[in-house]
């Protein structure tokens, strides 16, 4: 594989950074990851949109301008032939040859890209739907920046591999906020789409936004509003979103079966619908 750093394209065992990198040692980074469709970029607007403001909120200037950023995306995936799957890219806030926890003046941050060959569209959990538990969540109080502090999102994820199943919902005061790496949904009994409303407390996910649009348009309701894990349970669908799952229902949640225990209708409309729009307006 091909990966991008600072400005080389480099076989992916070539590309080397810092010990002192801020990203390393702080988790003082940044992320997104955006799904590709045949060779094409998924949504990737929303996702620089998003970077600009994960970087404004920590102060860590952009190394190079959106535009040239999508440039390499694009040099990248076509550089290692990928179709299908996703490409990652950080942005640190580079090296300052020391350990201090203020922010240094003068630091160059780093610029990281990598693919990642998947199956999207023919992925098994779309089919079968995913199993979770839920778990608290433990993780820090502006999660609406995506850094790359992903420890507590680990944890909950190898809790859930532990039990054999395949994710985990976290629930903070009571309340699910989403998924360890997306975002949660649930449809009630009445054909009510709920999900978090946006807030500090979850991922502003570029997928959920294109979702509730989706939604709106097939006169679906919504209710952007808390819910409890017990709600879930009762709930006549679950799901969940991200860049990479697009819609992956949810048919058990802590061994209790969602529905009849298949992917249901509303998960299987936006799934579909959102790939339509996805595939057309890749670029
Ligand atoms: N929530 C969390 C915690 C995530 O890590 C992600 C994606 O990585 C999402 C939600 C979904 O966001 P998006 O649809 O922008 O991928």
Redesign the pocket.
């Known amino acids: 594989r091909i990966v991008y750093l600072d400005g080389q394209y480099l076989k992916e065992d070539e590309a080397k950074v810092s010990i002192f990198d801020r990203g390393f040692l702080f988790g003082d980074a940044v992320y997104e ?1 955006t799904a590709v469709i045949n060779g094409k970029l998924v949504d990737n607007e929303g ?1 620089m949109i998003r970077l600009q403001r994960s970087c404004n909120e920590l102060q860590i200037a952009l190394p190079v301008p959106l535009a040239e950023i999508t440039n390499i995306q694009k040099e990248l995936i076509k550089k290692n032939a990928l179709n299908e799957g996703g490409i990652y890219l950080q942005i640190s806030r580079g090296s300052a040859g020391d350990r201090d926890f203020g922010y240094p003046a003068d630091v160059k941050p780093t610029l990281v890209l990598f693919t990642q060959a998947r199956e999207l569209l023919n992925s098994p959990k779309a089919t079968k739907g995913m199993k979770v538990i839920t778990t608290e969540d433990i993780r820090w109080k502006r ?1 609406d920046i995506k850094t790359v502090g992903l420890l507590a ?1 680990c944890m909950a994820k190898q809790a859930a591999i532990e039990k054999q199943v395949d994710d985990a919902w976290l629930i903070e005061d009571g309340y699910i906020t ?6 949660a949904y649930i449809v009630t009994q009445d054909g009510v789409l709920v999900t978090r409303p946006l807030s500090n407390d ?2 502003h ?4 936004k294109a979702l509730l649009e989706l939604a709106e348009k097939e006169a679906i309701k919504i209710e952007e509003r808390l819910f409890t894990a017990e709600e879930a349970y009762q709930a006549a669908e679950a799901f969940v ?3 990479t799952t697009f819609v992956w229902p949810v048919v058990e949640i802590d061994g209790h079966t969602i529905g009849d225990g298949k992917p249901g209708n509303v998960a299987k409309k936006l799934r579909e619908i959102y790939i339509e729009l996805a595939t057309k307006t890749a670029e």
């Open positions: 990851v996702h999660r999102p989403e998924g360890s790496s997306n975002n979850i991922l996910g570029i997928t959920r979103s991200s860049a």
